[in-house]
């Protein structure tokens, strides 16, 4: 089995394509299907519902998936161990950062980048459900999300700041003189 093999299947499963794989691979279609057939023929499973098209992932399939995302981190945390021993790290970290907080992001990635500045950063504007997925998955190293999800309970969170969202009203509107604004859904209309 070559780790090659793992990163053409970790691209199939993310692009849900043979031929986009491929492109992300940037190898051809032929030497990716041929790739992953070996890896089927080594492990003696099916791995990939084929049809016309991809139909997506055996159950072994997903179960190979699982630990083809846990030995390409495995490898790249070697990597980053390696490179930290010849002066730094370097390479890509990935970091998924929810809408809301993309303007705070700078306060983590400036320092970084000064500290390692053989590292990139490639920064990613996801939804929180689209983070969990990545972290989940491997796919990024690091995040800036909220951690109102239960889903997150395997990683370990540091909080950066808490945000406060207020009501701006007119001066002379309705809700000009109160303290307190409650939401009210709207009447029912239906027939109860």
């Known amino acids: 089995m070559l780790l090659r093999q793992l990163e053409y299947l970790v691209a199939l499963a993310r692009e849900r394509h043979f031929a986009r794989a491929a492109a992300v691979c940037y190898v051809s279609q032929p030497s990716l299907s041929a790739a992953i057939r070996r890896l089927e023929h080594e492990l003696d499973v099916p791995i990939v519902r084929r049809g016309r ?3 997506g992932l055996t159950p ?13 981190a495995e490898r790249d945390g070697l990597r980053q161990e390696l490179s930290a021993l010849r002066g730094g790290l370097s390479g890509t970290l ?3 950062v929810v809408p809301t907080a993309l303007p705070a992001a700078s306060l983590l ?4 980048c000064d500290r390692h500045p053989r590292a990139r950063v490639a920064l990613e504007s996801l939804s929180s459900a ?3 997925h990545g972290l989940t998955e491997f796919e990024l190293g690091a995040a800036m ?3 109102d999800d239960d889903a997150l309970r395997h990683v370990r969170p540091f909080p950066l700041y808490e945000e406060r969202y207020v009501l701006l009203t007119p001066v002379d509107g309705p809700l000009a003189g109160a303290s307190m604004a409650r939401l009210r859904p709207p009447p029912c209309r239906c027939a109860c």
């Open 145 to 147: 999300t909220y951690l």
């Open 109 to 112: 990635t400036t320092p970084f």
């Open 130 to 132: 689209d983070i969990t």
């Open 94 to 96: 990935r970091l998924g």
């Open 53 to 55: 098209r991809y139909e």
């Open 60 to 72: 072994e399939g997903e179960m190979v998936l699982a630990w083809a995302h846990r030995i390409l």
